[in-house]
């Protein structure tokens, strides 16, 4: 079982990783992208319903579909508001969602459109699922997945939204796309158990924004020239010959500018996503989530019923209390 195929988020042309790493998968956005379509393997279309969630964005379908017809793409996500709070959602979201897929479904029939299903209690999740396998879908978009690498929606947030994911793995023959993925080797590892076929990051990108290289079992280290201080660990000689040594072995094609690269952000966001790309199963060494994995394979091994039961329980223990 491969690690899932990762989709470089590209929010603009400031960084054409395009030109720097052919043959990879991007992901644009259809709010703000403007130019032609970049040269990928394959390109997915994000509609920006998570930004309308963080940003109070207003976003209508009509908007969606009349951007989908400008782009040109190849997988195409559906407009799916993901629940304001966290694993909770209410019958009239997911219908909203689910009219949504089916609008853009039937108006856009010479795109591939993506159905989106998040973290939410068992009758809503079999309800989208149930609609978007009668379509004959061939790819569902999970975007509950988040939470476990923010771990913002406190005790629990970690493990939570991988039940369904982990449901959705048995229920669903098609394949799965994480959404919204951070840049941890842990994770990628843990989606790999349940089967994920392939995943979105922007970690390349915020990593080097925030002054910080990935170095291949070693995490994020710092370079920048900031006051960064929560969470930051300076790149030391060593770390940076680890990370030589790796983007030499990798073909990367600019090892001779490394020390020069890691100074700026461009430099540092094409050696992440480098990094990111052909290192992406080397698990960070001591950064205490490697029981993410033990979780994983535990809720791996139960049946569906299980599942759902484990699922219900662990949302209704949060707000039923």
């Given at each position: ?11 603009d ?34 509609s920006?319903?998570?930004?309308v ?31 304001s ?14 009219k ?44 509950g ?39 941890t ?56 010959e680890?990370?030589?040594?790796a983007?030499?072995k ?17 430099g ?54």
């Open positions: 079982m491969q690690i899932p195929k990762i989709v470089f988020v590209v929010p042309t400031m960084i054409r990783l395009w030109d720097y790493m052919p043959n990879i998968d991007l992901m644009i956005n259809s709010i703000r992208w403007k130019w032609e379509k970049p040269t990928a393997t394959t390109v997915w279309v994000d920006g319903g998570y930004q969630m963080v940003k109070g964005m207003k976003l209508t379908v009509d908007d969606v579909l009349s951007r989908y017809r400008r782009i040109e793409g190849d997988y195409f996500m559906s407009l799916d508001i993901p629940p709070r966290f694993c909770y959602t209410t019958k009239e979201l997911v219908n909203e969602n689910i949504n897929f089916e609008y853009l479904y039937s108006k856009l029939d010479d795109k591939n459109i993506v159905p989106i299903i998040h973290c939410y209690e068992s009758s809503l999740f079999f309800k989208a699922l149930d609609v978007y396998k009668s379509y004959g879908v061939k790819l569902i978009g999970y975007g997945a988040v939470p476990p690498s923010l771990a913002k929606g406190g005790r629990g947030s970690r493990t939570t939204p991988l039940i369904p994911l982990a449901l959705l793995s048995k229920l669903f023959n098609g394949d799965i796309h994480a959404l919204g993925i951070g840049g080797s842990t994770l990628y590892t843990a989606l790999k158990i349940v089967g994920v076929k392939s995943m979105d990051s922007s970690s390349w990108r915020v990593k080097a924004a925030y002054g910080k290289v990935i170095v291949p079992g070693c995490g994020e280290r710092y370079v920048g020239n900031g006051k960064a201080s929560f969470g930051r660990k300076d790149l030391s000689k060593e770390d940076f680890k990370l030589v040594n983007l030499q990798s073909g990367f094609p600019y090892i001779e500018k490394v020390d020069m690269l890691i100074k700026t952000f461009r540092r966001a094409i050696i992440n996503a480098w990094i990111v790309k052909h290192y992406p199963d080397v698990l960070e060494k001591s950064n205490g989530y490697s029981w993410i994995i033990e979780y994983v394979k535990k809720i791996a091994r139960l049946n569906v019923d299980e599942l759902i039961k484990l699922l219900d329980k662990r949302i209704k223990s949060l707000y039923h209390n």
